[in-house]
């Protein structure tokens, strides 16, 4: 399984950025995929799912601001930003479970300056 994530990059906050994850070695029209990031001194945290039906999950401190969506004939899910926050500032991550197994990509860094 290979998660590449793209598309981070430093914006003024209440500035969009949209992220994509490139995925392989998974069927992916029926697997959930999510976005999670992590902020420095942080825990990782949920930002957001789309499952395999299309339905959407996201964390509280992102909603109405970021839109996941995912395109099965690409292979690729994506996270729309907007309204970018200072607390935004994290390392994005793409995320996939595969028999009881989580998998990640690297990362993409995303920063939200004043």
């Known amino acids: 399984v290979q998660l590449q994530a793209s598309g981070g990059g430093s914006v003024q906050a209440g500035g969009s950025l949209r992220l994509s994850c490139a995925a392989s070695?998974?069927?992916?029209?029926?697997?959930?995929m999510g976005w999670y990031r992590q902020a420095p001194g942080g825990q990782r945290e949920l930002v957001a799912i789309?499952?395999?039906?299309?339905?959407?999950k996201y964390g509280d401190s992102v909603k109405g601001r970021f839109t996941i969506s995912r395109d099965n004939a690409k292979n690729a899910v994506h996270l729309q930003m907007s309204s970018l926050d200072i607390e935004d500032t994290a390392v994005y991550y793409c995320?996939?479970?595969?028999?009881?197994?989580?998998?990640w990509g690297k990362g993409t860094q995303v920063t939200v300056s004043s």
């Open positions: 995320n996939t479970r595969l028999r009881m197994t989580d998998y």
């Open positions: 070695g998974i069927i992916f029209s029926i697997r959930d």
């Open positions: 789309i499952y395999s039906d299309g339905s959407t």
